[in-house]
Structure formats: C-alpha cells, structure tokens
C-alpha cells in the first residue's frame, strides 16, 4: 500500500519561521540585559514585530522588507544590540520575488540609518557607532541573503522555462504525430471507403432502374459505405484539428444543442448552480461528451427529444443528457467508440461517467467532473 506523503502548507512553515525568529531575538535581546538601556519595553517589541512580520514575507515581501528594516533601526536605537536578522529573510524573500533594485535601495538605507541608531542608544561613541554598522561580517551577510534569494529566484525561472520548454514539446510531436495519422488514414482508407460507397450507389441506381429487387445485403453495404464515409470525414477532421483553431468549450455547448435542434431533435439546454471560470481542459470535455451525446442520439437512439443539463457545484461540474429514444434496459446498446472515448476523457481528468438505459426508456449518460484536480 502506497504511503501519502504528508506536506505542511507553505502559511504553516511561514508561522514556523515567523515564531522562530522572534523568539531567537527575544531570546539574543533578553541576555543582553546587563544594559540598563537594554530593557527598554520598546525593543522587545519591535524584535518581536519584525520577527512575526516575516510570516507575511511570501504574500508581501516589499512591505515585510520595509517593516522589518524599520524594526532592525528601531531596536538598535533603543539600544539593543542585536543582528537585524529578521531583515536578513525579508531581505532573502524580497529578492525572491524580483524585487532586486527596491531590496538595495532600502538595504542602503538601513546600513545608512544603524550607526545613526548606535548613536541614539547612546551605547557608542560616533567612531565605535559607524565602525559597528558597516563591519564587513554585517554586509556580508546581507550580501548573502540577497544572493540566495536571487539565485533561487534564477533557479526557479529556468525550471519554469524548461518545463514550458518540455510541454511545448511534447504538444509539437503530439500534434505532429496526429497528423500524420490524418495523413496514412487519408492515403489508405479514403479512396477505398469511396470506391465501395460509389460502386454500392451505382449497383443500387442499375438495380433499381432495371426494375430488379435490391438485395438487402446491397443496401446494408451501400448504408455502411456511406456511414462510414462520415465517420471517417469526422476523424479526419478531429485529428486536423490543432492549436490554430480556438478549442471548444463550455461556451460552444448551446450551439451543439441549436445545431441538434435544427436536424429534428428536439434537444433543450439547462444550466444550474453559480457560473464560474473552470479548467480548459474541463470545458473541452464537457464540449465532446455532449457532441458525441447528440451525435449517437441522432444516428442511433431513434429519440425525439434530448435534454442537456450543467449544473456548476463548488468542487464539481455535473453533466447529464438523456433521450426518450428506443434504448430500455433489456436491450442496452453495446459500447461503442464514442462511448469509449468519452469516458477516458472523463476518467483523465479524475472524473466518472455513467451510460446506461433508463428505466422510463432511453438514454442518458451521467458525468461528474472535479475542478479542482483538472485545474
């Protein structure tokens, strides 16, 4: 049995940190308590800010930057000698997130700002003050952190790159490999398909003329040529189909229904629940399962009325057609392609699907597709 492995949520691991921090302040600020000026209420509390400020540092790096290098000027004017290192993460998580130009403006500033605070504190002499603020142990670490932030900043771009790299990839040879495909399908089987549908219409077209009896074995070939004529004309068409042309989604479902409609199918479109933006990739199975639906309903089914209904819920998109055709569970249809193509879209988005007969009669075919694991 497969163990899940457990993550904690990045807000989490920012608290951990945040509380970490603060404390390690507090702590470095308490042993320093032999100074009478190192009991100041005031410094205790802005290690403790600028420590807990750092739990917004991912949300809000520019402001936490600002915060916490206030925080760092402001306890060393109350005269507490501790390693702004509070700063040091904001300074980490500001570079992270690009801000590389604000980061060193405001750096500057807080390096310019602490042996002004040394002086305030009244702990140092000027010379002792501007020593302490720009010891190279100091800016070093400073220089440090910006780096890191900045190479994981870099290390992150170019695993996006390459991952985007990768997909478009995949997604040239995938669309190459489909057509060709498209191509060996039209090269082989278009010109055969249509040499045994013409000759079936034409022996049909003599028979009948000559007023002979068409054998039923002659026009099940000549119906089949002509089916299957169309059913290779639409794969064709499905596999020709690349990223040029904008895909079908939840958009184009009332015009698959208005299209039903004018072939003599009766078919009504509902929509239930609150609209919202769902996955591409959601939208585009919803547009082939309800395509393949009235399509098997208008060939097959030998129904008069098809319904469509959506219905938007929080973490799932429901979808269900029915049909008051022929179908009724002692002689349920066996499983075509369509059928089978549907649910492995479904089944690939984590989704399931139901097709079955109904017990009043017809068709309908359930599909339940989750948001949150396509998106």
């Known amino acids: 049995m497969s163990k899940r492995r457990f993550e904690v949520p990045a807000g989490v691991r920012d608290w951990v940190i945040a509380v970490g921090v603060a404390a390690a ?19 205790y509390v802005l290690l403790t800010v600028g420590g807990l400020a750092l739990a917004a540092g991912r949300r809000a790096p520019v402001p936490v930057l600002v915060v916490t290098g206030v925080c760092a000027v402001g306890y060393q004017a109350a005269g ?20 590389r130009l604000f980061t060193v403006v405001v750096s500057v500033a807080v390096l ?59 997604r040239r040879r995938a669309d190459e490999e489909r057509l060709h495909i498209a191509r060996e399908l039209h090269d082989s089987l278009t010109h055969q398909i249509s040499v045994i549908k013409v000759q079936s219409e034409a022996a049909v077209h003599v028979a009948r003329k000559r007023g002979e009896h068409v054998p039923e074995s002659l026009l099940a070939i000549r119906e089949a040529g002509r089916e299957a004529s169309r059913e290779l004309r639409a794969t064709l068409e499905a596999l020709r189909d690349d990223d040029t042309t904008p ?19 009766q078919a009504t479109l509902t929509i239930e629940g609150r609209c919202q933006d769902v996955p591409a990739a959601v939208g585009r199975t919803v547009y082939r399962v309800v395509q393949e639906s ?16 959506i219905d938007y819920r929080p973490d799932t998109l429901a979808l ?8 009724t569970p002692d002689s349920a249809p066996q499983p075509g392609i369509g059928l089978l193509g549907m649910r492995e879209r479904v089944t690939a988005l984590g989704g399931r699907l139901r097709a079955e007969p109904r017990s009043e009669g017809g068709f309908t075919v359930l599909a339940e597709l989750p948001l949150e694991r396509a998106s």
């Open 25 to 43: 302040l507090l702590v470095a600020g308490l042993s320093g308590q032999h100074s009478a000026s190192g009991l100041d209420l005031l410094g």
């Open 80 to 99: 507490l000698e501790v390693a702004a290192v509070a700063y040091l993460f904001a300074v980490y998580a500001a570079m992270r997130a690009g801000h």
């Open 112 to 170: 310019a700002a602490l042996p002004l605070a040394a002086l305030v504190s009244g702990l140092h002499d000027t010379g002792e003050a501007f020593a302490q603020a720009r010891s190279a142990l100091e800016i070093a670490w400073l220089i440090a952190a910006g780096s890191a932030g900045e190479a994981l900043r870099q290390a992150e771009r170019r695993a996006d790159e390459a991952e985007r790299t990768r997909e478009e990839t995949a």
């Open 247 to 265: 895909p079908h989604g939840l958009d184009h479902v009332p015009d698959l229904v208005e299209r039903a409609g004018k072939s003599g199918l």
């Open 294 to 309: 009235l399509t098997n309903i208008a060939r097959h089914a030998g129904a008069g009325t098809a319904s469509v209904h």
């Open 320 to 327: 269900r057609i029915d049909d008051d055709g022929k179908a």
